[in-house]
Structure formats: structure tokens, C-alpha cells
């Protein structure tokens, strides 16, 4: 999908709980990540993403790696 913005580069650590995904960042909102990915090995570690916003408090992931 194109998009005339470009993608939001983020930092904080990766909470994973019943209801999703959520990237939790300092100083900042709570995000929730919408990917077909199994992030596990990720969990409860810092992280840097990339996604687009695709609402308020939403996040259409496209890349994550360790911080």
C-alpha cells in the first residue's frame, strides 16, 4: 500500500496480552500493531519499528528489530 507520508519510525518495548499487540512508549501513547507476524521473540524487549498510522492509536507494522 502507498502512502503520500512517510512511515513513523517508533522506539519502546513490545507488550503482547489477549487483546493484541501493543508497542508501549515513553512519554507517549499506548500503540496497538497490526501485523500477520509472530513477534514473541520480541515481547517484553525494546524495540524499533516502522508502520504506517492507520488511526489514532493504530499501527500498520512494517519492520521491527531490537533497540
Known amino acids: 500500500m502507498t502512502d503520500s507520508r512517510a512511515p513513523l519510525r517508533l522506539h ?21 500493531l497490526q501485523t500477520d507476524s509472530d513477534l514473541r521473540t520480541h515481547q517484553d524487549r525494546p ?9 489514532a492509536s493504530v499501527l500498520e507494522l512494517l519492520w521491527i528489530g531490537p533497540a
Open 12 to 32: 519502546g518495548i513490545l507488550r503482547v496480552n489477549e487483546r493484541g499487540l501493543f508497542l508501549e512508549v515513553e512519554e507517549g501513547p499506548l500503540w496497538r
Open 47 to 55: 524495540v524499533r519499528i516502522e508502520a504506517w498510522q492507520r488511526g
